[in-house]
């Protein structure tokens, strides 16, 4: 186990009704928020009414930005920038998934910076001081809520682009499964690939001796995994809403990672996708991972073949655990076919013409993934393994 250091500094709130408890937290920071949100399914659904209200019976101001969209843009971040610094804005709540998260952590960045906030994203600055963040979830899925990240496209070049900071981390998110009832259920399956590829992007490691956190991560993946079909059938099963709900923040907050190096390489390859095509985040996880087991399973046939065993129930061979690791990707497939997610770029409707300049982008920055280093080359042939 490597060494490590554990802090995670959001306070969660978990559970029916509690979104009413968004005003009251909130003017702990402030009197001005800058309320942040999404392309209106909080306004048709009856959320954003009830935002209002505990937000105005706190005492608080509100300064309102919507029309977030999924693969959140730069453009709408320099906006809320301008306004946060006009407005002189103490708080940013975002409600809705990770999209809004991400934009509010970005404008929350670029407040007190005086060069472009894409500084950020490229590497060229660190951020000093941000404006805290708070969040209602809508979706689980990105585990925004809890983590240190953000990610943002930019529309020139359609570079889509993460940076971490602790400073980023929300001070609280509230989280009530029954707000997640009107996700239809392709959003709430993307959501699903997207939580078990957090898990599986640390799973993966070439640290040994993590006896601990492998369970954790499968046990997490299992619940996931056992849930997901009750929703698709019971959108409004508020226990199986609930379990998805706490482990995508499980998932990303970093317990999971403790000790161990994770590998992201196909977080990396996906933000190509998403990035140029804008498909959603969870749609390109469900077509790069398997293609990126494939290539990789070889460096560590006994890891795979645990996950087949211990996260699928796929019967071990013992005279032949490649067999065994092969079946573990092979279920994995037919498991987001069966919730309804693409698993090769054909199904996502993504042209080929574009996969050399996709892995260029990918790796200019060097090699990604740390389970196995993966060059241009590399991500090259994942992407073709991926037609
Ligand atoms: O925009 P609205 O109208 O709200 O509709 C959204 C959106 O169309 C809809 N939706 C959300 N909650 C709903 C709902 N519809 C009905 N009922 C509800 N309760 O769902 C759509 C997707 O929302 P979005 O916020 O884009 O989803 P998600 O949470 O999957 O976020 C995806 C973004 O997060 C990034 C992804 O790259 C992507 O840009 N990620 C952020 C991470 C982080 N900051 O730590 C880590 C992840 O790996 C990921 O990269
Ligand atoms: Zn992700």
């Known amino acids: 186990m490597e060494n490590f250091t554990f802090k995670n500094a959001t306070k969660i709130i978990f559970g029916k009704d509690t979104e009413n408890q968004v005003g009251i937290e909130t003017a702990s920071y402030g009197g001005k928020v800058l309320l942040h949100y999404g392309g209106g399914s909080i306004k048709k659904y009856g959320l954003y009414g009830r935002i209002l209200k505990s937000l105005r019976d706190a005492g608080l101001k509100i300064i309102e930005l919507g029309g977030v969209q999924p693969n959140p843009r730069l453009s709408l971040v320099k906006k809320g920038i301008d306004i946060c610094r006009k407005e002189k804005v103490d708080f940013i709540l975002a409600v809705g998934g990770g999209s809004a998260i991400d934009s509010a952590k970005a404008v929350a960045s670029g407040v007190s910076y005086n060069g472009d906030v894409w500084d950020f994203y490229t590497g060229k ?30 529309e020139e070049g359609l570079y889509k682009r993460a940076f971490t900071s602790e400073k980023l981390r929300p001070r609280f998110a509230i989280l009530n499964p029954e707000i997640s009832y009107t996700l239809p259920s392709y959003q709430t399956a993307c959501g699903v690939s997207d939580i078990m590829a957090h898990i599986m992007e640390r799973y993966f490691t070439k640290v040994k001796n993590v006896d601990l956190t492998d369970r954790l991560c499968e046990a997490t993946l299992k619940t996931v995994i056992s849930n997901i079909p009750i929703i698709l ?21 970093d317990i ?6 994770g590998d992201w390489g196909s977080h990396g390859m996906e933000h190509e996708l998403s990035g140029i095509y804008d498909i959603a985040h969870g749609a390109g996880l469900s077509i790069i991972f398997p293609a990126w087991m494939k290539y990789v399973y070889k460096q560590d046939v006994e890891k795979f073949a645990q996950f087949a065993v211990r996260v699928w129930n796929v019967e071990p061979d013992f005279k032949d655990i490649e067999k065994t690791a092969l079946e573990g990707i092979e279920t994995l497939k037919d498991f987001y076919e069966k919730i309804g997610l693409p698993i090769t770029l054909k199904e996502a409707n993504i042209p080929f013409d574009r996969l050399e300049e996709m892995a260029e982008k990918c790796t200019e920055g060097g090699p990604v993934g740390n389970f196995v280093r993966l060059d241009k080359s590399d991500v090259l042939e994942i992407l073709k393994l991926a037609r």
Do not use: F, Q
Request: hydrophobic share 45%; aromatic share 4%.
């Open 125 to 154: 600055a660190v951020v000093d001081k941000v404006i805290p963040v708070g969040v209602v979830l809508t979706i689980p899925a990105a585990g925004s809520e809890a983590s240190n990240g953000s990610v943002i496209t930019n």
């Open 233 to 253: 059938k019971e959108p409004e099963n508020y226990e199986a809403r609930a379990e998805i709900m706490w482990a995508g923040t499980i998932a990303h907050n």
């Open 256 to 261: 999971l990672g403790t000790g161990r190096i």
